[in-house]
């Protein structure tokens, strides 16, 4: 799954929390697993760079 949105996006930094937490919850290993990888993290968090 890609995901993407545009670093002014309002909330966009707590959308992805939701779902990362929702993602490793469901795909837990037992049939599917989870990889995360925010390469791009740097235009969605609350801090600048």
């Not at 002014?8 to 937490?21: D, I, K, V």
């Not at 049939?31 to 990888?37: I, N, Q």
Request: glycine content about 8%; hydrophobic content about 35%; proline content about 4%.
């Amino acid at each position: 799954m890609d995901v993407l949105t545009q670093p002014t996006t309002p909330g966009a930094a707590e959308f992805y929390r939701e779902l990362e937490r929702l993602c490793l919850r469901t795909f837990d290993g037992r049939y599917a697993t989870t990889r995360v990888e925010w390469s791009k993290g740097w235009g969605y968090t609350d801090t600048a760079a």
